[in-house]
């Protein structure tokens, strides 16, 4: 199977990815599609198709993770700046299809239907099950780790005094 060219370079995969509910995100983002990209250079861009964010990288890994990031850093700055209806409107306007998402949705259809053609499925609900599972129990250890260290460094705030002296005030004669 030969890769689909778009303007950016040769479409080398495509994928779906979760960004979880946290503590400190505390909103259901439904699954988001992405797209990787070799360029001309060599080097790779990751696309989320949704929101039109970008991650690059020298390598495919270093591409998504870099999407990731940029995902998560949008999405933040998304809800922290807008309302949170105008936030959501926000995306709802991204997510649709124009003239320079148009492309890069086709060549994530095609890529999905050459894979099916190959006989890969690209619809796996029981794999998506155990992953977002999996994530979301990864969270919740994680944030019980986050408060056992905060809950760590208030005990230690003691340590932090090297000296302290009281003025003692003097007795009247």
Known sequence: MAGQTVLKGQVIGIGKLKIPRTLEFNHEIPMLSFIVIKKPDGKYAS?????????????????????????????????LHLSTNDAWNNLKDLSHSNEDTSPLWNAYRDFQ???????????SVEVLK???????????????ENDELKKR??????????????RKEKLAA
């Open 47 to 79: 696309t989320c198709l949704h929101l039109l964010v970008d991650g690059y990288g020298s390598a495919v890994d270093v591409a998504v993770d870099d999407m990731i990031d940029a995902i998560e850093n949008f999405l933040s700055s998304n809800f």
């Open 113 to 123: 239907y050459d894979l099916a053609a190959e006989g890969t499925s690209t619809d």
């Open 130 to 144: 155990k992953k977002i599972k999996q994530l979301n129990k990864r969270v919740e250890q994680l944030e019980n």
């Open 153 to 166: 460094f208030e005990d230690a705030k003691d340590d932090f005094i090297i000296e302290f002296t009281e």
